[in-house]
Nanobody
């Protein structure tokens, strides 16, 4: 089970840090991803991180502004969001996929098996 938190209302240029905590003892077996869905739009990839945390990937729209990280001892993945823009407004979802390899991750939502409930981020101008 994945529990996302940290969303809220922030002004343009501000920052937020999202957290996603997993229950269970096998968190380090899963690559993690963040996706988002804006009102009236489809779900889109934001960032992904491998099991070990050594490999990451970002959507072009967030590169240089967002950072994904994980703490396997705390069963938590984070998304640090800086320099937020109105177009970042969306419900953000964390997701998990099990990989044998420590280095794999995915930007495809169809690869992910487990999903959190979402947390709303609203960026006001």
């Amino acid at each position: 089970q994945l529990q996302a938190s940290g969303g809220g209302l922030v002004q343009v240029g501000g920052s937020l840090r999202l957290s996603c905590t997993a229950s269970g003892r096998t968190f380090s077996s899963y690559a993690m991803g963040w996706f988002r869905q804006a009102p009236g739009k489809g779900r889109e990839f934001v960032a992904a991180i491998s099991r070990s945390g050594d490999n990451t990937d970002y959507a072009d729209s967030v590169k240089g502004r967002f950072t994904i990280s994980r703490d396997n001892t705390e069963n938590t993945v984070y998304l640090q969001m800086n320099t937020l823009k109105p177009e970042d407004t969306a419900v953000y979802y964390c997701a998990a996929v099990s990989y044998y390899s420590n280095s794999h991750y995915s930007s495809r939502d169809t690869d992910y098996r487990y999903w959190g409930q979402g947390t709303l981020v609203t960026v006001s101008s």
